[in-house]
């Protein structure tokens, strides 16, 4: 499986995600990393790991649909199978989608269908909820919906600040992203 991954910023999931590539716990090919930043920290986290890197932003382009259609040259000249958004902050065309049926995979910071969007852990952090956690779903047009495959919670404690929340949540993140990703490659998408 040739995979791609999408970021837009720190790219500490893209590098949970590059280590377990090199280890093999993920089977397959990380084949390059795009961001839409090209001032992004993925971007620099790529070099270490040798991964091919790609940048450019809807504003190198005179629409979003010439935006959309360069990635989806740069994905389909590489022979990209499978694309993983990690912290990718823009909502997916329908062209792209239209290629990869089934093929794109988000990560989002709270239990969906709660606390969709930009800021999902810091929204369930000011609503005070008790519980939050992350949510792996396939991509669909929508912001944060599509069908959901795996979740994993966590406790907010009267301890929490925002910061020790955001630790907890991107640990659970580096954990469970790589083996959700492992699993579904492994067993082939429809
Ligand atoms: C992650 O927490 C991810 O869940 C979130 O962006 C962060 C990226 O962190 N994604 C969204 O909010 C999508 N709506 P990273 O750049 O360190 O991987």
Same mark, same amino acid.
């Given at each position: 499986?040739?995979?791609?991954?999408?970021?837009?910023?720190?790219?500490?999931?893209?590098?949970? =995600?590059?280590? !377990?590539?090199?280890?093999?716990?993920?089977?397959?090919?990380?084949?390059?990393?795009?961001? #839409?930043?090209?001032?992004?920290?993925?971007?620099?986290?790529?070099?270490?790991?040798?991964?091919?890197?790609?940048?450019?932003?809807?504003?190198?382009?005179?629409?979003?649909?010439?935006?959309?259609?360069?990635?989806?040259?740069?994905?389909?000249?590489?022979?990209?199978?499978?694309?993983?958004?990690?912290?990718?902050?823009?909502?997916?065309?329908? #062209?792209?989608?239209?290629?990869?049926?089934?093929?794109?995979?988000?990560?989002?910071?709270?239990?969906?269908?709660?606390?969709?969007?930009?800021?999902?852990?810091?929204?369930?952090?000011?609503?005070?909820?008790?519980?939050?956690?992350?949510? =792996?779903?396939?991509?669909?047009?929508?912001? #944060?919906?599509?069908?959901?495959? !795996?979740?994993?919670?966590?406790?907010?404690?009267?301890?929490?600040?925002? !910061?020790?929340?955001?630790?907890?949540?991107?640990?659970?993140?580096?954990?469970?992203?790589?083996?959700?990703? !492992?699993? =579904?490659?492994?067993?082939?998408?429809?």
């Amino acid at each position: 499986m040739r995979v791609a991954v999408l970021a837009s910023g720190n790219g500490s999931n893209f590098e949970a =995600i590059a280590q !377990a590539f090199e280890t093999q716990a993920i089977q397959g090919e990380l084949v390059l990393l795009f961001s #839409d930043r090209k001032d992004a920290y993925v971007l620099e986290r790529a070099k270490k790991y040798q991964i091919p890197r790609f940048s450019f932003s809807p504003k190198d382009f005179a629409s979003k649909k010439q935006y959309e259609a360069a990635l989806r040259d740069l994905l389909l000249t590489n022979q990209i199978d499978f694309v993983v958004l990690a912290g990718y902050m823009r909502i997916i065309g329908q #062209d792209l989608l239209e290629t990869f049926p089934n093929r794109i995979l988000n990560i989002h910071p709270s239990l969906l269908p709660s606390f969709p969007g930009l800021h999902g852990i810091k929204d369930a952090y000011d609503y005070g909820v008790k519980l939050t956690g992350i949510t =792996i779903h396939f991509v669909d047009a929508g912001v #944060d919906t599509g069908p959901i495959v !795996a979740q994993a919670a966590v406790e907010i404690t009267n301890e929490d600040t925002l !910061a020790t929340l955001e630790e907890k949540i991107h640990q659970l993140e580096h954990h469970w992203y790589p083996r959700v990703i !492992a699993d =579904i490659t492994q067993k082939g998408v429809k």
